[in-house]
């Protein structure tokens, strides 16, 4: 069976699919490999080092598509591409289907069954294929360093002969995967570190990584059933407003990672608490896609605003696409490897995760969340 691969076309993408690494597992499942020219250089990945595992190189995504059964890509492929994949055949990648909705349908038409990996359950066999979780860690990581390198002043205590820096003082909001990456950082980054979140549960999480839980004296624990968040009501939107007004003064970079799934990202931060934010600092928002955290930050763009710099990079684990693309490719491998037998696909449609995943089969989007 024929594996495509192609090169990523969406804008600020610079992840791949597959890594060699990756190319020699799906070799040994029986598979033949077919990667369209180009597609690991953002990565450092040549032609020939693809070449070198066995994989065959084809001048453009029609030599690399003709005659596939399966598609692997990071991001939906854009509609020329998407024409050319045969019907039947099988696309998965990070679809990101709730903001694509309308490429969803058109993939349902071309006859394509689509697997995206931001639906999988998060149930314990699924971990090693959470993309979204590895990601979301280096987006975490990444949020920090760009935030550092934005202020203007040290992370570290500094005793030298020529006097003292104090410590950067450093405030996440939200402390879900992104966010406890982001503290971890922070505190290697030898910053003290403080963070909040809706969920109780988060708060020995982070404490056990040495920073400290900032949350309203009372507040109802928000976390669903599921382990998210839900939407605050007016009430306790108004604690954690006031809490949050009297922290960020204090504060020198603060990483909004807060997100409701399905729903706009809780506004966390207004133009008034900007105001108030030290000249200097520094606002990261993680969730500049999904509406953003601070009312100020905009999709790919540095603002700066009453002296403080807000952060809006889009895509922000491709801001660090070696290691996002290598996580990435062992997410789809953990994914894909159950739904073979023989080189080819034996999928079990009953399976829990198959079924979360599933977008489009059979010229229909299925998923409930999608569907009708
Ligand atoms: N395989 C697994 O079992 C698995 C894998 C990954 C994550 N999880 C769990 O799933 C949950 C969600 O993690 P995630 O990183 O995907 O979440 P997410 O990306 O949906 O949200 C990020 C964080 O923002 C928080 N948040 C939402 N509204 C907020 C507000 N108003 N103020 C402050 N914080 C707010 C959420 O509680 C969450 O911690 C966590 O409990 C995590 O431990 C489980």
């Known amino acids: 069976m024929k594996v495509a691969v192609l090169r990523e ?21 029986g598979l033949e490999v077919a990667i369209e020219a180009g597609a690991g250089m953002s990565v450092h990945l040549t032609d020939a080092t693809y070449e070198q595992v066995g ?17 692997l890509v990071v991001q939906q492929p854009k509609a020329a591409e998407l024409a050319r994949i045969a019907s039947g055949a099988v696309l998965i990648g990070l679809l990101d289907p709730m903001a694509n909705k309308a490429d969803m349908a058109e993939t349902a038409k071309v006859g394509i069954t689509a697997f995206s990996l931001e639906f999988l359950p998060r149930i314990s066999r699924a971990q090693s ?18 935030g550092a390198a934005k202020f203007g002043r040290a992370f570290p205590l500094m005793m030298t002969a020529a006097g003292t820096i104090a410590p950067a003082k450093v405030f996440v909001m939200g402390a879900g995967v992104a966010g406890l990456q982001a503290i971890a950082t922070a505190k290697r980054l030898g910053a ?8 109780a549960a988060a708060s020995e999480q982070v404490e056990s990584l040495g920073a400290s839980f900032i949350a309203p004296p009372v507040m109802e624990d928000a976390e669903t059933v599921g ?14 407003a006031k809490i949050t007004s009297e922290t960020l003064t204090r504060m020198d970079v603060v990483i909004c990672t807060a997100l409701i799934p399905g729903r706009p990202a809780p506004v966390l931060i207004d133009e008034d608490m900007v105001r108030t934010m030290k000249a200097g600092s520094v606002i990261v928002d993680l969730a ?30 491709s801001r660090i696409a070696v290691d996002a693309s290598s996580q990435y490719a062992q997410n789809l491998l953990n994914f894909l490897t159950p739904l073979l037998k023989d080189g080819t696909f034996a999928i079990d449609w009953e399976d829990e995760i198959v079924q979360g995943a599933l977008i489009t089969r059979g010229g229909k989007v299925v998923h409930p969340r999608l569907a009708g």
Do not use: F, W
Request: proline share 3%; with cysteine.
């Open 55 to 71: 994989a065959r190189v084809m001048a453009d995504a029609d030599a690399a598509l003709e005659g596939a059964e399966l598609v």
């Open 227 to 240: 382990g998210y968040a839900k939407e605050l009501g007016n009430e306790m939107r108004r604690r954690q």
């Open 129 to 146: 294929m959470d993309a979204l979780s590895s990601q979301s860690s280096l987006a975490g990581y990444r949020a920090v360093i760009d």
């Open 192 to 199: 003290v570190v403080s963070a909040t979140d809706v969920r």
């Open 9 to 29: 076309r969406r804008e600020a993408e610079h992840r791949v699919a597959v890594t060699p690494n990756s190319v020699k597992k799906l070799l040994g499942l």
């Open 288 to 317: 500049v896609e999904q509406g953003g955290n601070c009312t100020l930050s905009k999709p790919g763009e540095v603002v700066e605003a009453h002296g403080v710099h807000v952060l809006g990079h889009r895509n922000v684990p």
